[in-house]
């Protein structure tokens, strides 16, 4: 074992080496952050120009939207009481109880997915705009708006109709 500061048999310098790591942690934490910011402004600015014609939870259909968070994998990810613990309680993504989005982040992120946020969640979340329609796109966005923000009460029974 080689003592703090001593030199390997390679010629390696132990605290040489430490500040590389250290310096790699530093880097990869301002990418990391460089990378955060690079994606929440084109949000956050899909955010403010939003028109305020809609209600605030948009334009979508809730009852359809909770239909697609079923069934299109964002129960699989995500924790929401709304949808009913025995539905939605994964750990990959953020637990939406936690959360409480415009509606105009929360359409962003359902059409274009968000990058991994490490060290929270080392999965990133892919968009679906490929895969839903606009309006598919806009009931998700709306229900997952209208549970966040305590317009859903979670289920009271533990079973699911099948």
């Known amino acids: ?18 500040k ?58 995500h924790t929401l009481k709304a949808a009913g613990y025995d539905v939605a309680h994964g750990i990959l993504g953020p637990n939406l109880d936690k959360l409480h989005p415009p509606y105009a982040v929360i359409q962003a992120t359902v059409s274009a997915g968000l990058p991994a946020a490490l060290p929270l969640y080392p999965t990133q979340m892919v968009g679906y705009k490929n895969v839903l329609t606009s309006q598919q796109i806009q009931d998700v966005s709306a229900y997952v708006y209208a549970a966040t923000h305590g317009q859903i009460k979670a289920p009271t029974s533990t079973t699911t109709s099948g």
């Open 1 to 18: 074992m080689i003592a703090y500061g001593q030199t390997s048999s390679r010629g390696e310098n132990t605290q040489h080496m430490r």
């Open 20 to 77: 590389i790591s250290t310096g790699r942690r530093a880097a990869i934490g301002i990418a990391a952050l460089a990378l955060a910011v690079g994606v929440a402004t084109p949000v956050a600015l899909a955010h403010r120009d939003a028109p305020k014609a809609h209600a605030a939870n948009g334009p979508g259909n809730v009852t359809n939207g909770a239909q697609i968070f079923v069934h299109y994998f964002c129960a699989d990810c």
